[in-house]
C-alpha cells in the first residue's frame, strides 16, 4: 500500500488514492459535519438510519439504497452511520474507496466521539501502513482503547499482540484474559443444542492447487444421483443443506426435501433429522414439536443416534412430553455410545453442572464428553474444555491449551462470517476487496486471513501501487505471524522468502531453518523435499548426498504427492552418487551452488515437461514395435495355418 511521507496525510496528497466510480454520485458525502464538540443527532437522522438498517435486513437487502440513507443520516451527525460510511470508504464496499475521506472520518469518531470502531479500524491502518506510514505503537493506542469500550475484533486483536508478542511483551495470561471475555459473549448468543456458526478457513493457496469448494457440477451431480434414488446422495445433500458448509447456505427447505426421499428409502437417521428441522424450526419450515415428537420415537426405536438424541432432549426440557430427566439421560447415553456429537456434548454439560444422579460436578467424565463432542466442531465443548484447563477443574491448570480453546471460540463470533465475504470477493476476482476484509480478521488474530492476506501480496494479485519488493516485505510479516500460530505452508514460504532472498536478504541457514521447523513439527513433505535439495547440491550447508537421499526418502513417505519429484530427484541423485564413486573429481571440479542459483526459477518445471515428453516418445515407440511385432506373428500364424491345410 502506498504510503505518503507524513502520518497525518493531506487531502493533496491523497488524492492519489483509488477511487472508484460505481456507486452514483448521490451516495457520496459532500460533508462531515463532525467537529471536536459532540453533535446532538436530530430525529432525522434516526430515521434515516433505521431505514438504512431495514433495507439491509430485508429478505431481499438493497445495499445502493441503503448507504444512500447511511450516508444522508452521516451528513446530519449520526454516529453509527458515520462508522458504516467511513468503512465502506476503506473497503470499498458499497461506496467508492476514498481512503483520506475514511481517515478523517474514523479519526474525528474516535478522537471526538470515542467510538470504538473508529479506534479499531484506525488500529487498522496504522498496523497495515493504510494511507499512513504504519506505526504498531499507534494501532496497539487504538486498539486498547477500542478494546476497552468492548470491541469484541479489537479485544482479538489485543488478546492475539500478547499471544505473538507483536509490539509488547508476550503474556499468556493477558491474552487468555482478553479471548475469554470475547468466548463468552459468543456463548452467550448461542444456544446448548447448536454447534455454533459455521467458520469457512479456505486458504487461498490450497483453493488454488486443489479448490475447497463443492462445484456447482459436482453438486448437480448429486442432485441427479439423489434423484435416482442414491440414499448416499440424498442424506449427503441433506446434511449439505441442513448445516450450511462448503460455500452452500442453510436451507431447512432443501434439507428436509433430501431427507424426506432418504427417510422414504428406510434410513432412520434421516427420520432423526427430519425431527431435528421441525425441532429447531425456521423461516422455510416452521417449528411443529408434535411433527417433530413422531419422527424422533419412529428413529429412537430403530436405534437411530438422532433420533435418541432428539427424543432426550424434548424428556429433558419437557417439550411435548411430560419431562423425566432419567428417560432423557438413557436415550441421550445410547446416541452418545454411536459417537452423536450432539448427545455427547448433552452429557458433557450435565457431568460439567452436575446435573446427573449424584448431583456434583464431575469435571474428568465432562472432559471426556466435551473432548468427543469438539472433534465434530462444537464450538460449546471448545467453551467448556477452555474452562477446564483455564480454571483446573480436577486437572492441572494450563493456560496454553486454555488460551488455544477460548482463541477458537472467539473466532467463531458473527463476524467469522467475513471470512466467506473475503472468499466470495476473492473468486469474483474483486482482489483489493478481499485483501482488504482479509487484513480487518488478520488483525484480530485469524492465523488464516494472515496466511491469505500473504498469499495475495506474495501473488502480486492486490498490492496498491507498493512495489515487488514492499509487497514481500509485508507479505513475509505476515507468513511469520501465520507460521507462529501453526500455518505449515506458511512456515515453508518463509524458508523460501529466505532462500530465495524475497523481501529480505538471502540467507541459507534461515532457509533451512525455517524448512526443519516444517519437516520436524509439522511433517511436511515440501519441506522435507527442499531440505535434501540443500543438502544434494551443498546450498548453504556442507554436501552430503547420503543424507539428501535420506530426506527425498522421508518426503516420499510423507506424501503420496511427492512421488513424482522425488523419483526425478532420486534419477539425478543416484547419478551423482555413480560419478562420487567412480569420478569423484568430476563432482569436485563444478561450483554446484554457482551452477543451481543459475538455473531459472521454473526449471524443475521445464525439466519435468522435457522428461514427460521423452516418456512419451519412449512408449510410442515401444506400442509400434508392440504391433509390428502382434503383425509379425500373426502373419507367421496364418503361414502355418496355410501350411497345415496343405
Not at 470515542?114 to 487498522?124: E, K
Not at 512421488?563 to 541423485?573: D, E, F, Q, T, W
Not at 573429481?585 to 526459477?601: C, G, H, M, N, R
Request: a neutral charge.
Amino acid at each position: 500500500m502506498e504510503q505518503p511521507s507524513r502520518e497525518q496525510p493531506s487531502r493533496e496528497q491523497a488524492s492519489s488514492s483509488p477511487k472508484l466510480d460505481q456507486v452514483p454520485k448521490a451516495a457520496v458525502v459532500e460533508k462531515w459535519p463532525y467537529t471536536d464538540e459532540k453533535v446532538s443527532v436530530s430525529d432525522e437522522a434516526n430515521q434515516l438510519f433505521e431505514d438504512g438498517q431495514a433495507l439491509l435486513n430485508a429478505s431481499t437487502p438493497s445495499h445502493a439504497r441503503a448507504y444512500e440513507k447511511f450516508v444522508q443520516a452521516a451528513e446530519l451527525g449520526h454516529v453509527e452511520a458515520g462508522e458504516h460510511v467511513a468503512a465502506a470508504y476503506m473497503l470499498g464496499d458499497h461506496l467508492p474507496r476514498d481512503w483520506a475521506k475514511s481517515y478523517e472520518m474514523f479519526s474525528t469518531l474516535a478522537n471526538s466521539h470515542g467510538s470504538p470502531r473508529a479506534q479499531f479500524y484506525l488500529a487498522l491502518m496504522y498496523s497495515f501502513g493504510i494511507h499512513v506510514n504504519a506505526s504498531q505503537s499507534r494501532a496497539l493506542i487504538y486498539l486498547t482503547l477500542a478494546s476497552t469500550a468492548k470491541e469484541n475484533l479489537a479485544r482479538m486483536a489485543v488478546g492475539y499482540r500478547y499471544l505473538a508478542g507483536v509490539a509488547v511483551k508476550e503474556s499468556c495470561e493477558t491474552s487468555l484474559a482478553h479471548y475469554s471475555t470475547v468466548a463468552e459473549e459468543v456463548v452467550s448468543r448461542i444456544s446448548s443444542t447448536s454447534g455454533g456458526e459455521l467458520v469457512s478457513r479456505i486458504r487461498l493457496a490450497d483453493d488454488a492447487e486443489s479448490g475447497n469448494q463443492l462445484s456447482e457440477d459436482l453438486i448437480q451431480f448429486y442432485h441427479y444421483r439423489a434423484l435416482k434414488a442414491d440414499v448416499q446422495a440424498q442424506m449427503a445433500l441433506g446434511q449439505l443443506y441442513y448445516q450450511g458448509s462448503q460455500g452452500v447456505a442453510r436451507n431447512f427447505k432443501e434439507a428436509l426435501h433430501f431427507f424426506t426421499m432418504a427417510h422414504k428409502s428406510g434410513n432412520a437417521n434421516a427420520g432423526g433429522l427430519i425431527g431435528q428441522i421441525y425441532a429447531e424450526g425456521s423461516e422455510e419450515v416452521p417449528q411443529n414439536n408434535e411433527t417433530a415428537l413422531r419422527y424422533f420415537e419412529e428413529a429412537a426405536k430403530e436405534n437411530s443416534p438422532p433420533g435418541q438424541y432428539g427424543l432426550g432432549m424434548f424428556y429433558l426440557d419437557g417439550q411435548a412430553v411430560t419431562q423425566d430427566h432419567q428417560k432423557a439421560l438413557d436415550h441421550l447415553r445410547k446416541a452418545a455410545r454411536q459417537g452423536w456429537p450432539d448427545a455427547q456434548l448433552q452429557l458433557g454439560i450435565f457431568s460439567f453442572k452436575g446435573l446427573g444422579p449424584k448431583g456434583t460436578p464431575n469435571y474428568a467424565e465432562a472432559a471426556n464428553y466435551f473432548t468427543q463432542a469438539s472433534q465434530a466442531g462444537h464450538v460449546l465443548a471448545y467453551y467448556y474444555l477452555a474452562r477446564i484447563n483455564g480454571e483446573g477443574l480436577q486437572t492441572v491448570r494450563s493456560c496454553p491449551t486454555a488460551l488455544g480453546l477460548y482463541k477458537n471460540v472467539a473466532e467463531r463470533g458473527a463476524w467469522s462470517k467475513n471470512l466467506m465475504l473475503a472468499y466470495n470477493h476473492y473468486k469474483a476476482k474483486r482482489y483489493e476487496a478481499a485483501l482488504l476484509v482479509y487484513m480487518v480478521l488478520a488483525e484480530a488474530g485469524y492465523e488464516v486471513a494472515q496466511n491469505n492476506v500473504a498469499y495475495l501480496l506474495d501473488k502480486g494479485l492486490a498490492r496498491f501501487g507498493m512495489s515487488t519488493h514492499s509487497s514481500y516485505q509485508k507479505a513475509i510479516l505476515l507468513w511469520s505471524r501465520a507460521a507462529g500460530q501453526g500455518a505449515t505452508s506458511a512456515r515453508v514460504r518463509l524458508g523460501d522468502y529466505h532462500y530465495y532472498g524475497l523481501g529480505t536478504e538471502v540467507n541459507y541457514d534461515n532457509a533451512a531453518q525455517h524448512y526443519r521447523l516444517a519437516s520436524e513439527q509439522q511433517s511436511s513433505a515440501q519441506a522435507m523435499f527442499n531440505l535434501g535439495f540443500m543438502h544434494e547440491n551443498g546450498v548453504g550447508m556442507k554436501q552430503d548426498l547420503h543424507l539428501a537421499k535420506r530426506m527425498y526418502d522421508q518426503a516420499a513417505r510423507t506424501s503420496t504427492d511427492a512421488s513424482v519429484p522425488v523419483g526425478l530427484a532420486l534419477i539425478k541423485l543416484h547419478s551423482k552418487l555413480y560419478l562420487e564413486f567412480w569420478f569423484p573429481w568430476a563432482l569436485t571440479a563444478i561450483d554446484v551452488e554457482k551452477w543451481v542459483k543459475s538455473l531459472p526459477d521454473d526449471w524443475d518445471i521445464s525439466l519435468m515437461t522435457v522428461l514427460a515428453l521423452i516418456l512419451g516418445l519412449v512408449l510410442l515407440l515401444r506400442r509400434a514395435n508392440q504391433q509390428q511385432e502382434r503383425q509379425r506373428q500373426a502373419a507367421a500364424m496364418q503361414a502355418q495355418a496355410a501350411a497345415a491345410a496343405q
